[in-house]
T-cell receptor, first 114, second 113 residues
Framework: GNSVTQMEGPVTLSEEAFLTINCTYT??????LFWYVQYPGEGLQLLLKATKADDKGSNKGFEATYRKETTSFHLEKGSVQVSDSAVYFCALTISNFGNEKLTFGTGTRLTIIP | EAQVTQNPRYLITVTGKKLTVTCSQNMNHEYMSWYRQDPGLGLRQIYY???????DKGDVPEGYKVSRKEKRNFPLILESPSPNQTSLYFC????????????FGQGTRLTVV
């Protein structure tokens, strides 16, 4: 079956540090890949996505590149801010006779300290 | 404003007492689903619906029911809740399957004692 593995948290960084959160996947077929972010007390929001190999998704200074050869979709940001503190989920979806089921990783809690 | 609205946000109930968590979206989305979030497990799909009157099981459907009588509403029903259903629940909707953005509600934190 399909699965997503992302780095264990929690991750604590100082403000302006470089961020990488690793994500690898296993899928049959050609998945679309996503990063969702969950701020405290809120639902998940789409952060960025990529729908085919070598696509780069980007938003709010975050980037991730769909690497088919390494089955990876690592999240990066050059300089994190306190406001980036949240839980980050890597996810994939493959259309399966109409069920656009999102398969999630376990989430990585990120804390940025001033 | 495009949104998915869940109610209630917090609920404490006793084992065996039927409850319903409501979900409504205002984006005319055809696809809706329910997930539960548990520590160390991420989010897992409970049920999904492709359109009105079309629902099917996700990965963890045991102990849950759903209905889709109107396009905008997708309630989650726990007929006889048990403590292992204590979790954080999210409703989500999207325009159509495959590669599209899913919009999530704010979540319902359910405790079954």
């Amino acid at each position: 079956g399909n699965s997503v593995t992302q780095m264990e948290g929690p991750v604590t960084l100082s403000e302006e540090a470089f961020l990488t959160i690793n994500c690898t996947y296993t899928a049959t077929g050609y998945p679309s890949l996503f990063w969702y972010v969950q701020y405290p007390g809120e639902g998940l929001q789409l952060l960025l996505k990529a729908t085919k190999a070598d696509d780069k998704g980007s938003n709010k200074g975050f980037e991730a590149t769909y690497r088919k050869e390494t089955t990876s979709f690592h999240l990066e940001k050059g300089s994190v801010q306190v406001s980036d503190s949240a839980v980050y989920f890597c996810a994939l979806t493959i259309s399966n006779f109409g069920n656009e089921k999102l398969t999630f990783g376990t989430g990585t809690r990120l804390t940025i300290i001033p | 404003e495009a949104q998915v609205t869940q109610n209630p946000r917090y609920l404490i109930t006793v084992t065996g007492k039927k409850l319903t968590v409501t979900c409504s979206q205002n984006m005319n989305h055809e696809y809706m689903s329910w997930y539960r979030q548990d520590p160390g497990l991420g989010l897992r799909q409970i049920y999904y619906s492709m359109n009105v009157e079309v629902t099917d099981k996700g990965d963890v459907p045991e102990g849950y029911k759903v209905s889709r009588k109107e396009k905008r509403n997708f309630p989650l029903i726990l007929e006889s809740p048990s403590p292992n259903q204590t979790s954080l629940y999210f409703c989500a909707s999207s325009l159509f399957p495959g590669g599209t953005e899913a919009f999530f509600g704010q979540g319902t934190r359910l405790t079954v004692v």
